[in-house]
Structures are given as structure tokens and as C-alpha cells.
């Protein structure tokens, strides 16, 4: 099992990470590239995959329009979800008072390791924002791993393909989809490392940040681990209700996945093989291939509960009282702010920062508080952002009537046994096909 397991895999390298880190945080220290390097293997592939997906999405589709109602409506998911969000993080920061009785002085702490975290960068403005979706040039979009640029592309050529038509240019899905095939198999070398990267990535989390933060800010990481879990809640009754699927299964169906986002404290090292899953489990491709990278920018559920939290934290804490009229300003900054956050240096801190400026009454200083416990939170926002925009695609995808639910039902209940393209080359893209030629599927029950 432990040979062909990759959750056993995954398992054991985060226990034994938590272990060599603990005793010897020098060497947890001294393998942290094993992580780094990982991520950045995994990064490479992102933007090509995400472009194959969603031009085949679209010219398989056949309709341009629908894929603009997609877009459309996981937008509204995604505003309502992060909305939702951060207003029941405050709710429980003004409950439990996380950082009531700290009694600080602002003026004792080090801001200089805040400017370190952000390498002085700053949140892009809403009109940066817009324009940096836009794509200057083809190449850089790839380049930089800008996955919004990648989309506007990607549809583009989808759009030129519908346009054109298949038989103007006959050969050109059938070479995205090959290339499609080719970086799936890259996925499935570069997985066969995931149990090395949590290793790494674990040892280094415990070695230089070591277990007394537990202690120093027990409150503060309960809250937001409680209001996560409460928000995962709701999440599973909204996904039962709009699909009538289980979380819980969708989860042991993602096990793998989770783990190893988990053991990383990164999202994106399991787009790839989430797109896969979620295809497998009958969601449309076009569906895929736009909300979840899209969500990625736009869906942040768990860092939304963070922030939100985090606020009322350093507030607290600084002895600040802040009125609901300065609460609500609070909600509206984080919902500019937090969308600009993703692949930015520092965002959390850079978006605290901007929302303690914004009020006028938290000292800016403030932030650093968090400098001890943010990499601790790691964990519960990168569960909750991609279990948030798992849940946001199968809801889209069925408020559009891209979602076989049948079939999603059986492959999450276990019915359908589910071999993904890097696992098997021989494996046909494409969900919605009959299902012995798409995987090697076996009926069980």
C-alpha cells in the first residue's frame, strides 16, 4: 500500500516531517527546498493546462454564449461566497474577541518584518487589476503564470475556433488536446515527488516556527479554524442543496489532493489533478477550465475569514473598539482587496494594512502581530479556498446544466472507479463520454 498509495505517501512524509522538524529544526530548516522546488514544478504546467482545457471546453461546447453565462454566473457565486465570508468572520471576531485583554503597544512592535514579508510591494488598484488581466503579450502571459491572462487567451482561440470552424483548421484541437495529454503525463511525473515535498515543506513549518505559537495565539488560530470548519458546513448544505451531492464524499474522492495542499500550504500545487478529478466526476470541461482558475483569483473563501478575524484581532488587541459603522467599512475594503491578493508577495499583511489605513484608528504597526501565526493559518485557507471553489464549480456547473449528476453521484459514492490521465495514457479526455472510454471505470454496487 505504502508503494501505491499516494495519500499513505503523503501521510507518512507529514508525520515524519512534524517529527524531524520538532527534534532538529535545523535540518527541517535545511530541506525546505524540497517544498519550494515542488511548487515551482508545479506552477510550470498551471498555464498550459488551464489553456488546453479551456479551449477544448469551449470548441467542444460549441457555444461562445454559454460559456459566457458561466462566467457570469460563477461570478456571482464567487462575490456572494467571499461576502458571505467575511462577514461571518466578524461575527465570531466580535463573539469570541480573539484579541481582547493583549493590552500591546504598537509602538514596541518591529514593522520592519512586515515590509520583509511584502518585499514593499502593494495591492494592485481596481483599475491595475482590470488591466493586468489583459494580456500584453501572448508569451509573457505564459511566462509570468498569470492564469487570468491565460483565460482571456485561451477563450480567444476557443472564440476563433467556434469562428473558423472545425473543418477550416482541422488540425488544431487535435494538437491542444495531445498537448493536453502531454502535460497531464508531466503531472503524473511530478506527483510521484508530492511525498518529498510535504516533507519538506512540514519540516520547515515546525522547525522555524516550532510549536509555542500554539500557545501565544491558541485563541486567535481556534476562531478562525472554528468559523472555517462552521463555513465548511454551510458550504456542504449549499452543495447538497443546488446538486444534491456530499462534501464528505467529494472529500474522500479529493483525499489525496487535500493532503498534499495541506502538507504544502498551497492550492495550486493540486490544480491540475482537481481539474481531472472534477471532469471525471461530470462536470463539463468548460465549466472546469473557467471557474475553478478563475476562483483562484476571485473565490478566496478562507483567506476572506482570515482577514476578517485578523482585523478584528489587532483591533482588540491594540485596545480598539471599532463601531459597526468601521466594521462595515472594514467588509467593503476586504471585498476590493481580496481579490487583488492572489500571487502577490505578502497579501494578507499588504491587505490588513491597506484596511487598518483605511479606518484611521488601528495603528498600521499593528499587522506585525500576526507575523508569528500567519504561516500557522496556512492551512485553513488553503482548505477552505479550494474546497470553496470545488463546491462553486459543481454549483455553476449545474445552475448552467453542465453537470451529469448522475454520474457525479456514482464516482463520489465510489460506484465508478476513476483512473486519471496520468495514471493511464491510454485514457481519453473529456467528460460526459461513455464511461469505458474515458477510464477504466468498474460498476461495484
Known amino acids: 500500500m505504502l508503494r501505491t498509495s499516494l495519500f499513505l505517501q503523503v501521510f507518512c512524509a507529514l508525520g515524519l516531517g512534524v517529527l524531524v522538524g520538532r527534534l532538529w529544526p535545523d535540518v527541517g530548516t535545511a530541506v525546505q527546498p524540497l517544498g519550494d522546488g515542488f511548487v515551482r514544478l508545479i506552477k510550470a504546467v498551471i498555464a498550459p493546462l488551464v489553456f488546453c482545457v479551456v479551449v477544448t471546453g469551449i470548441a467542444k461546447a460549441g457555444n461562445l ?39 500591546v503597544d504598537p509602538s514596541t512592535l518591529d514593522t520592519s518584518a512586515v515590509a520583509d514579508q511584502t518585499g514593499g510591494g502593494s495591492l494592485p488598484s481596481t483599475s491595475e487589476f482590470v488591466l493586468h488581466a489583459l494580456p500584453e503579450s501572448a508569451v509573457g502571459a505564459f511566462a509570468e503564470n498569470s492564469l487570468l491572462q491565460v483565460l482571456v487567451l485561451a477563450c480567444l482561440m476557443g472564440a476563433a475556433l467556434l469562428h473558423l470552424g472545425l473543418t477550416r483548421v482541422p488540425a488544431i484541437l487535435p494538437a491542444v488536446e495531445q498537448v493536453q495529454d502531454i502535460v497531464f503525463a508531466i503531472v503524473g511525473f511530478v506527483m510521484r515527488l508530492a511525498p518529498l515535498a510535504v516533507f519538506g ?29 462552521v463555513f465548511l458546513l454551510l458550504l456542504a448544505v449549499a452543495l447538497k442543496l443546488t446538486t444534491g451531492l456530499s462534501l464528505w464524499r467529494f472529500v474522500r474522492y479529493t483525499r489525496e489532493e487535500m493532503l498534499l495542499a495541506l502538507g504544502t500550504a498551497s492550492s495550486e500545487t493540486v490544480m491540475p489533478r482537481m481539474m481531472q478529478k472534477l471532469r471525471k466526476a461530470g462536470c463539463r470541461d468548460d465549466a472546469v477550465g473557467l471557474v475553478l482558475p478563475t476562483g483562484y483569483s476571485f473565490n478566496l473563501d478562507g483567506a476572506s475569514i482570515y482577514l476578517s478575524v ?27 482587496t481580496s481579490k487583488g491578493m492572489a500571487g502577490v508577495p505578502g ?50 456547473s449545474r445552475w448552467e446544466g453542465a453537470l451529469d449528476t448522475v454520474r457525479a453521484k456514482k464516482v463520489l459514492g465510489g460506484e465508478i472507479a476513476v483512473v486519471l490521465e496520468e495514471d493511464d495514457p491510454r485514457a481519453q479526455s473529456g467528460a ?7 477510464e477504466q471505470a468498474k460498476e461495484t454496487g
Open 65 to 103: 454564449r454559454a460559456f459566457g453565462r458561466i462566467g457570469l454566473k460563477a461570478l456571482i457565486w464567487f462575490e456572494v461566497a467571499t461576502t458571505f465570508a467575511l462577514v461571518f468572520g466578524l461575527l465570531a471576531g466580535n463573539l469570541f474577541r480573539p484579541g481582547a485583554g493583549m493590552n
Open 201 to 229: 515543506a512540514t519540516a520547515h513549518l515546525v522547525g522555524e516556527y516550532g510549536l509555542g505559537v500554539m500557545s501565544t495565539y491558541g485563541k486567535l488560530i481556534g476562531v478562525c479554524y472554528a468559523v472555517a470548519l
Open 310 to 336: 485578523a482585523t478584528l484581532f489587532i483591533a482588540q488587541a491594540v485596545g480598539v473598539d471599532l463601531t459597526l459603522g468601521q466594521q462595515i467599512t472594514v467588509v467593503l475594503m476586504l471585498m476590493l
Open 347 to 396: 497579501s494578507a499583511f499588504l491587505a490588513l494594512s491597506a484596511t487598518a489605513s483605511a479606518l484611521g484608528v488601528i495603528p498600521a504597526g499593528a499587522v506585525a502581530l500576526l507575523l508569528g501565526v500567519d504561516r500557522i493559518m496556512d492551512s485553513m485557507r488553503v482548505a477552505t479556498n479550494l474546497l470553496g471553489n470545488c463546491v462553486a464549480v459543481f454549483a455553476v
Open 432 to 438: 460526459g463520454q461513455p464511461a469505458a472510454t474515458v
